[in-house]
């Protein structure tokens, strides 16, 4: 399965909420783009399973890697970012859901955290 993104990829979130550190293991690094510019090549390999009302996440059928979070009342999908190759031309703009991180590790690189 491949993915491509018609243009460039905006900067990148770290969610350290409840939710995302169970699906991916960790605090999970994901981008937004409009679904409009994204393409999925293989997507019959993608699974999806509805985690609250709100929120479908996709994974890898064939090795259970995190691929998407989406939000099903927005046009945007958030593209966890181990999906691309290198360079990205992008960064990690700010941490979000801080006040649910996990106590074994400290957020040190200087960027904003949002509480929520």
Not at 80 to 92: E, K
């Amino acid at each position: 399965m491949t993915i491509t993104v018609t243009g460039d990829l905006p900067m990148v979130n770290a969610c350290h909420c409840h939710a995302c550190r169970k699906h991916s293991g960790h605090y999970e690094v994901s981008v937004d783009v409009p679904r409009s510019a994204l393409k999925v090549s293989g997507e019959a390999h993608v699974k999806w399973y509805q985690s609250s009302e709100k929120v479908r996440r996709g994974f890898c059928g064939h090795c259970g890697s995190t691929l998407f979070w989406d939000p099903v009342f927005h046009n945007w999908t958030a593209i966890a970012m181990g999906m691309f190759d290198t360079p990205t031309h992008t960064q990690i703009a700010r941490h979000i859901f801080v006040s649910e991180k996990g106590d074994y590790y400290q957020l040190t690189d200087g960027l904003p955290q949002n509480a929520r």
